[in-house]
């Protein structure tokens, strides 16, 4: 039955917050904007940072939904959990809605983690603030952070089986951001609150 719970990792992760959210509010197709991206950080650019903030809490919280549903139906096994968040974030980056063509999963990333382990979240979470503020690149707080909390959940004893996840949801952070990598090197890359 491990499967069901990976596909319904997959379905709850799929949902594409940024997507639907342009297309009831203002009629238009998110991925003919800015950077071509469903996440929060495109959503900011077309509709404002009340909507940006919006999706991305709701991007957070359907990676951990999944997780908390098992967790409701008594799955307990550490390696199915973290196996449903991993899920759950491939479902944001390549929902099947959008002919696979999602966002970079950071919001999605940090909600499965929180639900795995909060206090790694949640340093990962301020560890990302603190990059974002300092660099003003949403792309390098991102990498950062989450490449920053493997190790955090080795220091707080978590299963191996979330480390593993972890760092399998970081390495796919980096490659969803090969470009802005590029764009980093080159010295292009957009900053917050700079046109």
């Known amino acids: 039955m491990s499967w069901l719970w990976l596909v319904l990792g997959y379905l709850f992760g799929s949902t594409p917050t940024g997507f639907v959210v342009v297309r ?4 238009e197709d998110i991925r003919r904007h800015g950077s071509g991206n ?6 900011g650019r077309v509709m404002g940072k009340p909507w940006a903030v919006a999706v991305a809490l709701f991007d957070m919280i359907k990676g951990g939904l999944a997780i908390a549903l098992a967790r409701a139906c008594a799955v307990d096994d550490p390696r199915i959990l973290a196996l449903v968040g991993v ?12 002919r696979f063509k999602g966002g970079k999963g950071v919001a999605t ?10 206090p790694s979240a949640l340093i990962g979470g301020a560890l990302w603030y603190a990059v974002m503020r300092l660099s ?3 792309s390098l707080a991102s990498m950062v952070s989450l490449s920053a909390v493997p190790l955090l959940l080795a220091l707080f004893e978590a299963p191996g089986a979330y480390v593993g996840a972890a760092v399998a949801l970081a390495l796919l952070t980096i490659v969803r951001h090969r470009a802005n990598i590029g764009r980093l090197r080159a010295g292009t890359e957009s900053k917050v609150g700079k046109k």
């Open 38 to 43: 469903i996440g929060a950080t495109n959503v």
């Open 24 to 27: 009831l509010v203002r009629g």
């Open 87 to 98: 899920a759950a974030v491939c479902g944001h980056n390549f929902p099947f809605w959008l």
């Open 109 to 118: 990333s940090f909600g499965v983690l929180f639900f795995l382990n909060p």
């Open 136 to 138: 003003r690149y949403v």
